[in-house]
């Protein structure tokens, strides 16, 4: 399946300009060194809730950026930063297979959750409210919004888009979301497809079944299926994008947050 992020914008594809917002690209620095990301927050506000945004296995392109940009117009600092820099340009792969392979089988949980830890801490001297975080995925992002969710008790909420819930990408991912709910630090709002075939209905039964047996947070955590979207759903520069489930979905998610932060 070829692909093209950037250049491969369909019909519906959205662009939130940046208006009132202070937003761009930057070096994060991180554990080992900077690595590329990219922020919008409204301008000359102090003090805004911190949403990290974090990237499908494309990386971080245009619609990442814009969905900070979609935040930031909320009133949210948000920021997204490059978790695969390190494994290489997701921008030369033409197949999801290879891609995943390559680059995003090799980015470690490990890795992933010292940059967006680094990604706190810089937003926190920049200004942002970090002890109101959230934290929210698309796609490979899902999965990590989940396992961040776990991992951080400084995080207060998060929103998984169609994340993985039972298997990860690759053998550096030794847990997964189903492996954790028991033990969430935040309640987490899980968005999926029901005609997504690569997260199966049965791993969204199980993955319920786990949040209902776990702690306070996990019990408060929720999961909506909308039953005729397909993976992807959100991502409105790919043929996926279902518009009246993405709408529905983001105002969810802005409630959501509003509720815990």
Known sequence: ???????????????????????????????????????????????????????????????????????????????AVNLFERQGDCNQYTDVPTLIKEIVSKASDEQVMADLDASVAWVREQGGDTERLAVTGFCWGGRITWMYAEHNPACRVGAAWYGKLVVGHGPLQKRNPIDVASTLKAPVLGLYGGQDAGIPLADVERMQAALAQGNEQARASKIIVYPESNHAFYSDYRGSYNEPDAKDAWQRTLAWFDTYL
Do not use: N, W
Request: glycine share 12%; net charge negative.
């Open 1 to 79: 399946m070829a692909f093209s992020p950037i250049t491969g914008a369909a019909p519906t594809t959205i662009y939130t300009d940046g208006a009132g917002l202070a937003c761009g690209e930057f070096q994060m620095p991180t554990f080992d060194g900077t690595i590329t990301a990219y922020y919008a927050r409204p301008d000359g506000k102090q003090g805004a809730p911190v949403v990290l945004v974090i990237q499908e296995v494309f990386g971080l392109h245009e619609h990442i950026r814009d969905v900070c940009r979609r935040f930031a117009k909320e009133g949210y600092f948000a920021v």
